[in-house]
């Protein structure tokens, strides 16, 4: 071969020359088409729209919109004081770091440099200030994991909290949904249109009940982000109707699914599907104050020995879901859930002993109350309760109403026998704080059992890993020995996204899906 | 073989009563046999009745049994019409859930037609301020949307079979109580009822005696009618989630459920959503050939 060439080169001067000239053409071409497809990946790798389908938010003030939607919305224009990651790591925001007294009782903040609103104005510890005075105003629910507070300005560039009990959540406190660090120069904050954040994405559009249109913030702090040059949320009530846009390609992702929907989904190319472990569960609880159904600890066990848990998440989960063991803390916060601790299993024949021990009757007749909630799976649920319940001498009569009806009517929490669905929260104190100390406000197992309010309140000031665990070992002790709940199972958070989608990690809270590192390829 | 159209049921009809009666139903029966589509409706009911009847000896699981087969497994010689979530049998649940379905809004519309056939009466009859205030209660009912109504209410006293028939009863008497009414008007003119006036009998007897058989005509329209409505407002209420509650087999419950894997399992959503369709066809064709045999043309 090489003697064949240089024959053909060797041939003539002007061959010579029109070899060279070839040879720099192709070499040329080669090179050029090397660059473009360089430059092809490199706009694989950022820029391009991105569609999420999801319900239509109704409260868009960050101190106060609980739900998934509005917490999306509000993700994509404001920033935090820090980033709970999706796996409940505390990572720096518009606070660079931070430092704690060694009595726990200062935290002192310093804030990002060179950080604008969406309208040129800058960030600064005003703001901090500003915001978090007006979630103590508000009376907003981020108070439940930030306690009791001050907030001042610090020297420089600094905020300085002081809290009035050592508060193990308090960073927690700072970097959740509703502490969104708003302009103190802002007076209006639920229009939707208006909201003006340090976020990576600023509102370009928005039309309630219809969609919202946001553009990536040019000035934005964090390197490369945000990736994608628009989003836009369009808004789809129904849940069937949100995979059939995703399956039309009029969406890239969608959350909160049910099974059915995420099995629908499983077998097409273009889709895929997630799955996040969460601490998401419903509460089957009954009243156990005095005079209740449940005041005798051993009607309690009678309940927890009458259902049979691995049947409900075998029909509801395919498995897919954690057993629970009867108290609110899972595997999702892994060192704190102590897995040592069993609880009773379906007993139906045990269940009747105890129920005639305690009332002298063969059986007892209750109601249990619940929402319709997620694709009629709570209504599945009291279905399968009814009948575990009936072989264990309890005659149950099933009375579920929507959702919106449920918790709205003010009577859910009266309800003796009742079905409750708890979202998931960042940390476990969310749920212990909220409704199981006595006092909460949401005890609607109306159980006051001041060791559980001691030993609570102790996690609280525990900052300790281990230390807390152990607390926390203690109250899941006492939930298996006389708490007044069952906990059937710890429900995963199911979603699907287009296969264009790269970068995407669904947070067990799914409106709080970070999407600036998001990006698709065309 | 020579047919009419008219039914014996005016003041000039032959008494005893009861034999009235008896040859005023042998007459419908009759002349709804006569009509292919009145004869085919009065099928369809007559199959849905039997079905419900029957629902212990024709359904071959209870309609809360769980796991009678895989659960969501399409149609097979097991389960006719395959299975739900639950892996309840599909069929069984149609079978005994047409029990609810006629009996619920059976006895709404029976109380409703009873309530309104009463007080259209006395308003139509009374006339003066007892018609006002009577028609102006109701106009102000009906001045709601039906389903708001039936939402709210529902919403308050909690969703119940006895909440679905309190709402029917509250949404239908108003409307029957107005058809009765402008019927009535048009009796108490007629010349039997002033001669029953002058001789001196009592409101209680002439409402009765002379009013009553003079307004049938539009009273078994209307009932066949709100009956046809009430089966579609259970069904829509318990598609809602408002309805009957589970484990009851109620269809529009079982549909609503059905919605969310209704790509999984189609069987679901479709045997239930059928039988509540041919369930209204028939009741409507009923009704429509009892207007006919009875020459009704009043509004309806």
């Not at chain 1, 619940?370 to 694709?375: R, Y």
């Amino acid at each position: 071969m090489f003697v064949h060439s240089a024959h053909l080169v060797g041939r003539s001067g002007v061959s010579r020359i029109k070899y060279t000239t070839n040879i720099v053409l192709i070499l040329t071409l080669v090179l050029t088409l090397a660059l473009m497809s360089f430059s092809v990946s490199a706009q694989d790798a950022s820029g391009g729209s991105f569609a999420v389908g999801v319900e239509a938010p109704v409260n868009l003030d960050p101190a106060t919109g609980p739900n998934d939607q509005e917490a999306l919305f509000n993700r994509m224009v404001f920033d935090y004081l820090v980033d709970i990651t999706a796996d409940s790591q505390i990572e720096p925001a518009l606070a660079t770091d931070w430092t704690i007294s060694d009595d726990g009782l200062t935290y002192t903040f310093t804030l990002r440099e060179d950080v604008t609103f969406h309208d040129g104005s800058s960030f600064g510890p005003e703001d901090v200030v500003f915001t978090f005075e007006r979630l103590q105003e508000l009376e907003s629910p981020a108070l439940n994991l930030l306690g009791a507070f001050t907030v001042e300005e610090g020297e420089g560039n600094t905020v300085v909290f002081n809290i009035s009990a050592p508060n193990a959540d308090f960073l927690y406190g700072t970097g959740q949904r509703f502490a969104a660090i708003l302009s103190s120069e802002d007076t209006a904050f639920d229009t939707g249109v208006d909201a003006n954040g340090t976020g990576a994405f600023m509102v370009s559009e928005y039309l309630p009940g219809d969609r919202a249109v946001f553009m990536a913030n040019p000035d934005y702090w964090m390197e490369g982000a945000p990736m994608l040059d628009e989003v836009t949320h369009i808004y789809i009530e129904d849940k069937n109707a949100q995979v059939d846009a995703l399956l039309a390609g009029t969406v890239d992702y969608i959350f909160k699914l049910s099974l059915d929907q995420v099995q629908r989904l499983a077998d097409n190319d273009f889709v895929t599907t997630l799955q996040v472990a969460t601490n998401q569960h419903p509460v089957i609880r009954i009243h156990a104050d005095e005079g209740s159904l449940a005041e005798d600890v051993r009607m309690r066990q009678a309940f927890k020995l009458a259902t049979d848990r691995d049947q409900i998440n075998e029909f509801l989960w395919e498995g897919r879901a954690t057993v629970g063991n009867n108290n609110p803390i899972g595997p999702a916060y892994g060192p704190f859930y102590d897995p040592s601790i069993s609880e009773p299993a379906y007993d139906p024949e045990a269940a009747c002993a105890l129920i005639q021990e305690v009332t002298g009757q063969e059986r007892i007749s209750v109601t249990l109350r619940g929402p319709d909630a997620f694709g009629g799976q709570y209504a599945d649920m009291a279905t399968l309760i009814e009948q575990q319940w009936e072989a264990a001498c309890i005659d149950t009569e099933i009375e579920i109403t929507p959702e919106g009806v449920y918790y709205s009517d003010g009577t859910w929490l009266e309800t003796e026998v009742g079905i409750t669905g708890w979202g998931s929260r960042p940390v476990p104190q969310s749920y212990l704080v909220e409704a199981y100390v006595p006092d909460a406000s949401f005890n609607e197992a109306r159980w006051n059992d001041e060791e559980v309010g001691e030993l609570v309140a102790e996690a609280a000031s525990t900052a300790d890993t281990e230390e807390r665990a152990a607390i926390y070992s203690q109250i899941a002790e006492i939930f298996a020995e006389r708490g007044p709940i069952i906990v059937p199972f710890f429900a995963p958070m199911l979603g699907a996204v287009s296969n264009r989608t790269e970068g995407l990690v669904m947070n067990p809270f799914p409106g709080l899906t970070d999407l600036r590192m998001v990006s698709v390829s065309e | 073989m020579t047919t009419t159209n008219k039914v014996d049921v005016g003041p000039d009809a032959p008494r005893p009563f009861p034999l009235r009666a008896l040859r005023t139903i042998l007459s419908i029966l009759r002349q709804l046999a006569e009509r292919p589509l009145s004869l085919i409706g009065s099928l369809m009911v007559l199959v849905f009745v039997l079905t419900a009847i029957f629902a212990p000896v024709i359904a071959p699981f209870d309609f809360d049994q769980i796991a009678t087969g895989p659960r969501s497994a399409p149609p097979s010689a097991d389960n006719l019409f395959g299975t739900d979530r639950l892996g309840r049998d599909v069929f069984s649940r149609v079978v005994w859930g047409a029990r609810e379905i006629i009996l619920l809004p059976g006895i709404a519309t029976a109380i409703s037609v009873l309530l309104g056939a009463t007080l259209g009466m006395i308003a139509g009859y009374m006339g003066g301020w007892v018609d006002e205030v009577i028609s102006r209660l109701f106009d102000s009912l009906l001045a709601i949307p039906a389903m708001v109504l039936a939402l709210v209410m529902l919403a308050t006293i909690g969703p119940s079979a006895a909440g679905i028939v309190i709402v029917i009863v509250l949404l239908y008497t108003p409307i029957i109580t107005r058809v009765i009414r402008s019927a009535t008007l048009t009796v108490r003119s007629l010349g039997y009822v002033e001669a029953a006036r002058l001789r001196g009998e009592s409101t209680l007897y002439i409402i009765v005696r002379e009013i009553l058989p003079g307004i049938l005509p539009p009273l078994v329209v209307e009932a066949a009618l709100r009956f046809s409505y009430a089966i579609f407002l259970t069904a829509s209420l318990g598609f809602l989630g408002l309805g009957v509650q589970p484990p009851s087999p109620d269809w529009g419950r079982m549909v609503g459920e059905a919605r969310n894997n209704y790509f999984q399992a189609p069987w679901t959503m479709l045997y239930p959503a059928l039988a509540i369709s041919i369930l209204v066809i028939g009741v409507n064709l009923l009704a429509d050939g009892l207007r006919r045999i009875f020459r009704y043309e009043g509004q309806l």
